[in-house]
């Protein structure tokens, strides 16, 4: 927020604050802190409430589609090009270890992106994220440099979440058996996933979803553009690697989620045997495999769609 209100010229800037509810008497005291930050600069401030269940399974998912959700419906209120996000560089590495932990291909290693579209349904939100480079450290010197205070979400301590136990107890283990070089290593690992997934993208990159044939007919308006259709044809021509890579992206940005491995697995295999075969995917999402096209179904209820920590929207 700070970068986006010193910027020269300086961009039209909206705060959005989402408030999770979970922390109580936290929670307010954080949006009360964002609001008077905003108040201080003359930046609008929004504060939205969602409401979640606390239960710990699957929270951050939760909280996360829930977060962008919002954001995605106050940028398109708000005529906004994109929202930026605080994610910084341990937000990369601790992201990239917890797929490789839950089990993962190469293509679903790659971590958080400098910029990235985000299919939220009934709309696209294009995502920045400014700090990608700057480790935490580096982010927290800076402010202190300037006099600028931030708060601290204590859920952040909160072990029962993977992210907690990889920052505070996987991260720290590596540095003291391996020094900071080990930490530099996973990070230039990191950069090499990228650079492969971003060389192998240029092979793959004709490969998208057309719009769903017959929708118009047979949905709702709301849902008509919902899903694609593919053909089997251009996916079998190219390579199997490419093949498997392709076929991850193309769920990935169809569902807004990243495909288990067991999920491609099958369906890759059904795909190179002729098969005609219907797939059950994560969060509803269907796979419909006919004798010459692919077609992706939304979730029945299309608001349970998929979508991932925000911090305010602008139009650059």
């Known amino acids: 927020l700070e970068f986006a209100h010193r910027a020269r010229p300086r961009p039209q800037i909206t705060a959005v604050h989402v408030d999770h509810g979970l922390r109580d008497a936290e929670s307010d005291a954080d ?26 399974s699957g929270l951050e998912a939760r909280a996360r589609t829930a977060r962008y959700g919002v954001l995605a419906e106050e940028a398109a209120r708000l005529g906004a090009k994109c929202v ?6 341990d937000d990369h590495l601790e992201t990239l270890l ?38 935490r450290e580096e982010v927290h010197q800076i402010l202190t440099r300037q006099g600028i ?20 107890g996987l991260l720290p283990t590596v540095e003291a058996a391996c020094g900071e070089g080990g930490l530099r290593n996973l990070r230039a690992f990191s950069q090499a996933v990228e650079g492969l997934e971003s060389d192998l993208a240029s092979h793959t990159a004709h490969l998208h979803w057309d719009p769903p044939l017959h929708a118009a007919a047979l949905r709702s308006v709301d849902t008509a553009h919902v899903g694609g259709t593919i053909r089997r044809g251009p996916l079998l021509a190219i390579p199997r690697p490419l093949r498997r890579r392709a076929l991850w992206r193309l769920l990935s940005e169809g569902t807004g989620v990243g495909p288990r491995k067991e999920h491609v697995d099958s369906v890759l295999a059904s795909l190179e045997r002729g098969r005609c075969k219907r797939f059950a995917l994560p969060k509803g999402w269907i796979l419909q495999l006919r ?26």
């Open 291 to 316: 004798s010459s096209t692919l077609h992706l179904l939304p979730p029945s209820d299309h608001h349970a769609l998929p979508c991932n920590s925000a911090a305010f929207t602008a139009d650059h």
């Open 31 to 56: 949006a009360g802190f964002c609001a008077r930050l905003c108040a201080d600069r003359g930046i609008p401030f929004i504060r939205r409430r969602v409401h979640l269940d606390p239960d710990p």
């Open 98 to 135: 917890m797929r490789w932990l839950r089990g993962t291909a190469l293509e679903g290693l790659a971590g958080l992106k400098p910029k990235v579209r985000l299919s939220l349904g009934a709309r696209d939100l294009v995502v920045v994220r400014p700090l990608i480079d700057m480790r």
């Open 149 to 168: 205070p931030w708060r601290e979400d204590s859920s952040n301590k909160d072990e029962r979440f993977t992210r907690n136990r990889v920052r505070h």
């Open 84 to 89: 930026l996000t605080g994610h910084h560089a």
